[in-house]
């Protein structure tokens, strides 16, 4: 039993983790796809026009790859998860119906009718199919968002006397109090990532020097989306989440912050330590006094629980993962947040163009956006644990009874095989876009 | 609403089956029948600029199905465990074949993407025709032995086989020979489908060519499926029955026929788009037929411990089923409109259509 759980838990981490990979690019880039799209309407200068079908190619393999890693996200909630399926779908099948239903469609037909379809219509129509692929793909993250949020804080529901649960209140389900922070959050994550790609595709051209009128472009739009939403992405919707999870899941709060003891007065914030779970104390620790509960109540003395007042089967089962999670995302935030205001100084000082070691750093930050995007989820599902449901389903509970562990670590196997060929594959194909570059020269296949 | 909810996920499931079994269906023909370098580009294309489109049906007839009958989707997703991870594999090895062969102009790089391309393709029509077979030959519910369930009475878990291959077996597995004949049936039909397709929609030099294979495998699926119904009634002598009882549900199993007779005349038909319909009416009419010989039941058992799952004993409730409706209603409407749009835009020949990327 307890490998079999063990196995189910692996294999949704490891491939919602790899699927990740991809939506949180799409979300965000269909966003700047649409303001190269507007910029071309207003300025008809067609470096915008470029740059817009530029990226839609690489939103195109993204979304390629977001379907067929998205299809396994769906089948393993009957196929792993059948009990909690059983369960619970009478509610999360609504939203994620919707979701396969409004939104996918929405995508997938308006992508094919921009990437197909320019020369078929005027350009403000091509701007709306663009539009309307930005629409899609965050009603797409809206309504994953409302599923989880309904995990993390269930609403409008009853639990009958066969243990399922059953809808009561359809609209809860969207004014759900932790559904919106959770949302904005997420959104602007993913706008980080996609400014922090595009930002770093013009350091690549201009420190390659290729492209380099398109280098400077996008290094200056990338820039600039991305020193807005790194911002956003802490004040106000990063601090907004962390006070529902003190609110909603003060167990799992204590242990994201690394707060072992409960103290008298305010609580200090953890900057480095190592969680010691055999002696429930973390080693190595600098923090400084009440400043978390400054933040979490805007009250210096406010008390905020620690570990020692939860008992351990509510407490999440992996606090070092959790408190990890949760510090690399912070941490990682932080430094895009320094870089990219150095940026935009540059940038308004008209030197950033020339300035490698800056183009050199947000290059290389790049691939660590996605770990923040990453961690940050891991921090809100770990932090859910020990249960699906908070509170009311415990992830032991909702497993398939009929599959064995042995099907499961074979097929968790066969999905590490191909989805490690799937990432090289990806890679060459992106990488080739790239190296192409944006010229606008018929394409071949 | 469970009658409704029931039809509205057959249609969109029966559309997943017609729209992506074209490209399953250009896959098999691509495997045994394209030979020049420009037959394979251009039947390549003719499923890879449709194939992911073509899916979002089945993600949106999963999630409706999920929503609306989650009880039915827990026990089958689990109980056809393997096979739904193989089929899911297969899916994403066929995306990649399609997605990746025309990037490099290497012998080796696009055989390799063809053969998957082509193999996954033909595993997929088969894996789905055996789907259909086990749910209509059912399954262990609960999984009884010596008349005790080891499982709550709506889960089961069937391996790829049982070492008698037989559907008449205590614990028959997913491949027996009654669902592998299924499964050749389905492999047949997407192919004639596929085919259909590959004249619709390319100048191939194989065109003409493909109505004769079309006429051939025609006699084969006719002969096959009659023996399946021969078998049927064998393994299952209560088969038929919802025919008898309510005899207007037989217009599905003429749609069936009607695409099987139509076909034979395949050399005769002066508009492609008419042989197309055809092969889609094999499609529709199969899936339809064999969900009406079963309805109200979704899912037979094979022990007489445990009962049948249907429509009623596995369905949402009331008031999610009825909320659904409103959003619902909606969604299709939108679902239908999208797909006009872009069948319009992808109309006529796609040799010289290009790829986005």
């Given at each position: ?70 299809i ?374 | ?5 029931y039809s509205a996920i057959s249609v969109v499931l029966a559309m997943f089956f017609i729209l992506d079994g074209y490209d399953f269906g250009a896959g098999i ?18 499923a890879?600029?449709f194939w992911d489109s073509n899916e979002v049906w089945l993600v949106a007839g999963g999630?409706l199905l ?10 089958v ?6 096979p739904l991870?193989?089929v899911?594999?297969l899916i994403?090895?066929r ?25 996954s393709s033909l595993l997929l029509a088969l894996f789905f025709g055996m789907a259909l077979g086990n749910v209509i ?45 299924i499964g050749v049936i389905a492999v047949i039909v997407l192919a004639i489908h596929g085919a259909n397709w ?23 699926l ?30 599905f199993?003429?749609l069936y026929?009607?695409g ?16 197309f319909y055809l092969s889609t009416l094999l499609i529709l009419g199969g899936i339809t037929s064999s969900l009406a ?42 679902l239908?409109?999208?797909f ?18």
């Amino acid at each position: 039993m307890e490998d079999m759980i063990f196995y189910d838990r692996l294999q949704f981490a490891f491939t919602i983790t790899f699927h990740y990979i991809f939506p949180q690019l799409t979300m965000g880039l269909s966003l700047i796809i649409v303001y190269f799209k507007w910029k071309f309407l207003r300025s008809q200068a067609e470096k915008y026009n470029d740059a817009a079908k530029f990226f839609m190619k690489i939103f195109a393999v993204n979304f390629t790859m977001g379907v067929i890693t998205g299809i396994p996200m769906e089948f393993q909630f009957g196929t792993n998860w059948a009990k909690f399926s059983e369960l619970t779908g009478g509610i999360i099948g609504q939203t994620l119906a919707m979701e396969g239903l409004f939104s996918f469609f929405l995508e997938s037909s308006f992508l094919a009718l921009f990437i197909f379809g320019e020369k078929l219509m005027s350009q403000r129509l091509h701007f709306l199919t663009a539009l309307l692929v930005f629409i899609g793909s965050w009603a797409s993250g809206y309504f994953i968002l409302a599923t989880n949020a309904w995990m993390q804080h269930p609403v409008g529901y009853e639990i009958l006397d066969n243990g399922k649960y059953v809808l009561t209140n359809f609209s809860e389900l969207f004014s759900n109090p932790w559904l919106l922070p959770a949302f904005l959050h997420n959104q602007m994550a993913s706008l980080v990532t996609s400014s922090f790609v595009v930002a770093s595709i013009g350091a690549f051209y201009l420190l390659g020097k290729s492209n380099i009128e398109y280098g400077k472009l996008f290094l200056k739009t990338g820039v600039i989306f991305g020193f807005i939403s790194s911002l956003l992405v802490a004040f106000p919707t990063g601090d907004w989440n962390a006070k529902n999870v003190a609110k909603y899941q003060p167990a799992s709060f204590a242990a994201m912050e690394g707060i072992f003891e409960t103290e008298h007065a305010g609580a200090e914030i953890i900057l480095i330590g190592q969680p010691n779970m055999l002696e429930k104390k973390l080693d190595n620790k600098i923090a400084v006094p009440n400043i978390l509960s400054f933040l979490t109540y805007q009250d210096w003395n406010r008390q905020i629980y620690g570990m020692d007042k939860f008992k351990e089967e509510e407490l999440p089962d992996n606090v070092p993962g959790l408190y990890y999670s949760y510090h690399i995302m912070v941490g990682l935030g932080t430094i895009f947040i320094g870089v990219m205001s150095l940026a935009i100084l540059f940038l308004w000082r008209k030197k950033l163009y020339e300035f490698n070691p800056l183009l050199w750093g947000i290059m290389l930050l790049a691939p660590f956006t996605y770990v923040a995007n990453i961690t940050g989820w891991y921090v809100a599902e770990l932090g859910r644990q020990p249960y699906l449901v908070y509170g009311l389903l415990k992830t032991s509970e909702g497993i398939s009874p009929t599959v064995s562990s042995g099907n499961t670590l074979f097929t968790l196997l066969g999905f590490i095989g191909l989805y490690f060929l799937l990432g090289v594959l990806f890679l060459i194909l992106v990488g080739k876009i790239i190296y192409k570059g944006p010229q606008p020269e018929p394409q071949t296949h | 609403m469970e009658i409704f909810w029931y039809s509205a996920i057959s249609v969109v499931l029966a559309m997943f089956f017609i729209l992506d079994g074209y490209d399953f269906g250009a896959g098999i023909i691509h495997l045994f029948f394209a030979k020049s370098e420009e037959d394979k580009v251009v039947i390549a294309k003719s499923a890879g600029l449709f194939w992911d489109s073509n899916e979002v049906w089945l993600v949106a007839g999963g999630g409706l199905l999920f929503m609306a009958f989650p009880t039915f989707y827990a026990s089958v997703f689990s109980g056809f465990y393997l096979p739904l991870i193989l089929v899911l594999w297969l899916i994403i090895f066929r995306a990649i074949g399609l997605e990746f062969r025309g990037h490099f102009n290497y012998q080796m790089w696009k055989d390799i993407w063809d053969t998957a391309f082509g193999v996954s393709s033909l595993l997929l029509a088969l894996f789905f025709g055996m789907a259909l077979g086990n749910v209509i030959r059912g399954v262990n519910l609960g999984g009884v032995k010596d008349g005790v369930s080891l499982y709550e009475g709506h889960y089961f878990f069937l391996p790829l086989w049982d070492s008698s291959f037989s559907p008449l077996s205590d614990t028959p597995g997913i491949i027996d020979w009654f669902t592998l004949i299924i499964g050749v049936i389905a492999v047949i039909v997407l192919a004639i489908h596929g085919a259909n397709w590959v004249i619709l929609k390319t100048n191939s030099s194989i065109n003409h060519r493909l109505k004769s294979i079309i006429f051939n495998l025609n006699i084969a699926l006719s002969v096959l499926t009659i023996f399946s119904l021969a078998v049927w009634q064998y393994i299952n002598p209560a088969a038929l029955d919802n025919f008898k009882d309510l005899p207007y549900l037989a217009i599905f199993p003429l749609l069936y026929f009607g695409g099987i007779i139509g076909l034979f005349f395949i050399k005769k038909i002066k508009k492609d788009i008419h042989a197309f319909y055809l092969s889609t009416l094999l499609i529709l009419g199969g899936i339809t037929s064999s969900l009406a010989s079963l309805f109200p039941v979704i899912l037979p058992s094979t022990n007489s411990v445990n009962e049948s799952l249907t429509i009623y004993n596995t369905a949402a409730s009331e008031y999610g089923l009825s909320v659904a409706f409103n959003w619902g209603i909606v969604g299709l409407i939108l679902l239908v409109i999208y797909f006009i749009v872009q069948k319009r835009l992808m109309a006529g020949k796609i040799d010289d259509m290009d790829y986005g990327h």
